[in-house]
């Protein structure tokens, strides 16, 4: 089956970084996405992976490792508008094209 | 108007009522999607609509019903809801099924209630 976890709430530091972890065991794997959801609103897509290694986007980071199953998005120089939950989801094959998302890791950024 | 937008935000109905979502996309976008988001459980995918046609249907109950008119438009039509339906139901479209290299462009949600 699958299988993806996320840490539930993580705190963090206006002006710090924090790292979001992403670990998964999916029948085939054909990439991994990290969404951006505010209370209320829509997620929006922030990062798309599927090879190995870190992709940077402005503030934002996210790597990916296939081998270990795990992935990470960084968020650097924290602003209190960052304060949202972080969805990992990953897309898997056996011909299927399915996003099967995490619970999502709800970030509260403090003054 | 862009993007994806989903109406009403919020229904209370009661189980034995008839209501339908809808969900409108200017994106020129080939697939749609319904997806379920409970609280503290993880987006679920209900349905997948590729070309207007249905692709994917993951196991959901039957008083659940999608229709998807045309390339721009899903619905998902509600009959003897059970309370444990309530929850946020968010619409999404992409390029292509499969077309996943930009994400998926998801609308603001319906929060439905079921009483």
């Known amino acids: 089956g699958q299988n993806i976890d996320q840490p539930t709430e993580m705190t963090a530091t206006e002006g710090a970084i924090v790292q979001i972890n992403c670990t998964y065991q999916?029948?085939?794997?054909?990439?991994l996405f990290w969404y951006q959801q505010h209370a209320g609103e829509a997620p929006t897509f922030l990062s798309y992976?599927?090879?190995?290694g870190l992709e940077e986007k402005g503030r934002f980071s996210s790597f990916l490792s296939r081998s270990k199953g795990y992935s990470y998005l960084l968020l650097k120089e924290l602003q209190m508008k960052d304060s949202a939950s972080y969805l990992c989801?990953?897309?898997?094959?056996?011909?299927?094209?399915?996003?099967?998302f995490g619970k999502g890791t709800k970030l509260s950024v403090i003054p | 108007e862009t993007g994806v937008t989903q109406t009403p935000r919020h229904l209370v109905m009661g189980m034995t009522n008839k209501k339908s979502l809808k969900c409108e996309q200017h994106?020129?976008?080939?697939?749609m999607y319904w997806y379920k988001q409970s609280a503290k459980k993880p987006l679920e995918l209900m349905f997948v609509?590729?070309?207007?046609?249905?692709?994917e249907n993951n196991s959901v109950p039957s008083r659940f019903s999608p229709e998807c008119p045309n390339s721009s438009h899903l619905f998902l039509h509600l009959h003897t809801l059970q309370p444990e339906d309530s929850a946020l139901y968010l619409c999404?479209?992409?390029?292509?099924?499969?077309?996943?290299?930009?994400?998926?462009?998801f609308g603001s949600g319906t929060r439905l209630t079921v009483v």
């Open positions: 999404a479209s992409s390029q292509d099924y499969g077309g996943w290299l930009d994400g998926y462009t």
């Open positions: 999916t029948s085939g794997f054909n990439g």
């Open positions: 992976n599927v090879l190995d």
């Open positions: 989801a990953v897309v898997s094959g056996a011909g299927s094209y399915q996003l099967t």
């Open positions: 994106l020129g976008h080939n697939a």
């Open positions: 609509y590729s070309l207007e046609e249905r692709v």
